[in-house]
Structure formats: C-alpha cells, structure tokens
C-alpha cells in the first residue's frame, strides 16, 4: 500500500499498476493462509509445529482484514497504515503469548517478546520501510536461518567489493563529503572509523551497502581503496531472489534514477563508481543540514525528499548559480505547508 501511495503521489500509471496488482496477490495470499493453509518462515522450535501454525493463520486473517478496511475506507486511512499495522503487531504479540505459553521456555519466550516489541516501536517511529518486526522475530527465536541482525563489529573492506543498493547519489553532496575528509585528514583512520559503511551480508559473501553510499564514493574518489564497514544483517543463506525480496520488505534497496523513476533490481551498479549523479539528491541533503528539514531515520526518505523538489524546484542545478538559488527555494519550501507530508517535515 506504502507503493500505491507513492504511485499515486508521483502520478505513475505504471507503479500504480503494479502496486495495485501486488495488493491484489497479498490479499489472496492472506486469505488462502487464514482460510486453508498458513506459511511458515523460519525454523520452528520442536513440539512448537501446532502454535505456529495458528499464530501464522491468525496473522494472515489480521492482515487480509486491515487489506480489505484499507481497500474500503480508502485513502486517509492507508495513510495512517503504519499506526494500525503497529497495533496489529501489539493484538498478534499477545495472542501468541496466549498461544505458545508453556510450549516455549518462559527466557526464550521473553526474549522473543522484547525483540518484537522493540522492532515494532522502532518502525512506529520510522516513516517508511515495512513491518518486518515479527519475521525477524521469528528468525531470531528459531536459530536466525533467514536474517540475523548483527552486532556494532567494524572491519576494513576494500570499497570496489562493496555493491550498493541505490542507483544514484548526489556528486556535489559527494564533493562535500570528500571536502570534510581531507580536512581530517591528519586523523584520517579516525574519522573513517566515525562514519563506517552501513552492510549486508548477501548471498555468496557479498557486501551490500545500505547506508552511507556518499561516504564510499566521497573516500575512492579521493584515492581510498578500503572503508570501515559494519554489517548490520546477514542474509548470505537466502537465494538470489529471496535475497532481493527480504532487502524490498526491509526498506533496504532502491534502485531510483536521476529522473526519479523506479528502476528493475538489475539497474544496479556493481559498485559505487557506477553510481549516477542526481542533483536533487545533492539538493536535498544540503537543503537539510540548512534546517530545511529534520533527518528521518530511513533512506527512502532521501529520494521522497529529492523527488518533492524534483517537482517544485527548478533550474540549472548543475552551476553554482542555479544551484543556490534553487537550494534558496529547496529550504523554503520544505518549511511550507506543501512539503507537510514527508518525513521529518519541521513546519514554517
């Protein structure tokens, strides 16, 4: 739904299309596992079979019925999905507590618990991304096979074997970056290591970057060969496919061109020196650190912004002269009513 709205706000026929089709096989999906037979993900703890599988046919009666109330009452009210969702979440937490109690050791139990509900509040707080809270969840309680969510551990990787998950970046927020480095750079491993590289461990060993694509571009173009990096999330067990499926639910992969337009997963750049330069992405980061906006928690945040001014803004963005005057506009306009909508919108 989170793509229905999108096409629509950017008038896509096509993605509208798509999203539509999409809704239209997770209903059917959502009705076939409440009614008949409900999926499992992950490995399920011995003598745990009948609990899941309740919990997975409840969850899927949850979700085709807010499909339905959200198809019926229409627009406002998807727009207030993640807050229903994260109530849902709190509904399916404590029906499963009321289903798997005594099937599960009581610390086993809670742990599961905490997560859910930590991973729930932390989307409630998010703009954008998708519920993955439960699945993770559910991973985590039966063994972590489908998406370990690792710890802080920072390591060197050269930043050619780094693949990212964007198709563009912002050259002049980029140039930047390179400026701020090089004036670290008698601390140079130092401030690398304040702004390490965002990962995921893909399938094969591949590193996917998630966060932090400016930093990797703005240190090879200044001639470095390795960046810190800290993987967040392996996934390396999941086929290719699957892998790009689980990167789309969490909120991890967007493949946008510099005209705004969603692009296949096989767009994608094998490294970020085949990143391509968009000026509103550039636009949108300085008009943010001129307090145009407060900066959301997720990445697709950055292109609703660039794709906001991409739509307001115009001018030559790539000389010097068109570029202020169109970041004077950029920063007056995210601080107007029309940009009330987007994520860490401040007001006039």
């Known amino acids: ?94 029906r499963w507590h009321a289903l798997a109690c005594g099937a599960m050791p009581s610390s086993r139990m809670s742990s599961w618990l905490r997560s859910c509900a930590a991973q729930s509040r932390a989307r409630s707080r998010s703009p954008c991304g998708t519920n993955v809270a439960l699945r993770v ?113 969490l909120g991890d992969v967007h493949p946008y061109d510099e005209h705004g337009v969603r692009r296949s997963i096989s767009a994608l750049p094998p490294t970020v020196e085949g990143m391509i330069d968009d000026p509103y992405r550039s636009l949108a980061a300085f008009a943010r650190n001129a307090g145009g906006y407060r900066k959301p928690k997720c990445a697709y945040a950055d292109f609703q912004w660039a794709a906001f001014f991409r739509k307001h803004v115009k001018g030559d963005l790539r000389t010097r002269h068109g570029f202020a005057q169109a970041l004077a506009d950029a920063t007056r306009l995210a601080r107007s009513r029309a940009a009330r909508k987007l994520p860490g919108y401040l007001g006039a």
């Open 137 to 249: 969840a559910w991973d985590d309680a039966s063994g972590g096979e489908q998406g370990d969510v690792m710890g802080s551990h920072r390591k060197m990787e050269l930043i050619k074997a780094l693949h990212p998950t964007q198709l563009t970046l912002g050259m002049d927020h980029v140039r930047q970056k390179m400026d701020a480095s090089q004036a670290h750079e008698a601390t140079r491993q130092e401030f690398m290591e304040r702004h390490p590289v965002k990962a995921v461990l893909g399938p094969n060993g591949q590193l996917y970057i998630i966060d932090h694509h400016h930093w990797a571009r703005a240190w090879l173009e200044l001639g470095k060969e390795q960046t810190p990096i800290v993987v967040v999330r392996d996934l390396h067990k999941l086929g290719t496919s699957a892998f790009w499926q689980r990167m789309s639910e």
């Open 1 to 94: 739904m989170l793509k229905e709205i999108q096409a629509v706000e950017q008038r896509n026929a096509i993605a509208l299309g798509d999203a539509v089709l999409g809704l239209g096989r997770h209903l059917l999906h959502s009705f076939w596992g409440g009614l008949v037979h409900a999926w499992l993900v992950g490995n399920v703890p011995p003598g745990f079979e009948n609990e899941a599988r309740r919990f997975a046919r409840l969850t899927a009666q949850s979700a085709s019925t807010t499909d339905i109330c959200m198809g019926v009452l229409g627009g406002k009210l998807k727009r207030l999905e993640l807050l229903s969702t994260w109530l849902d979440d709190a509904l399916l937490i404590v």
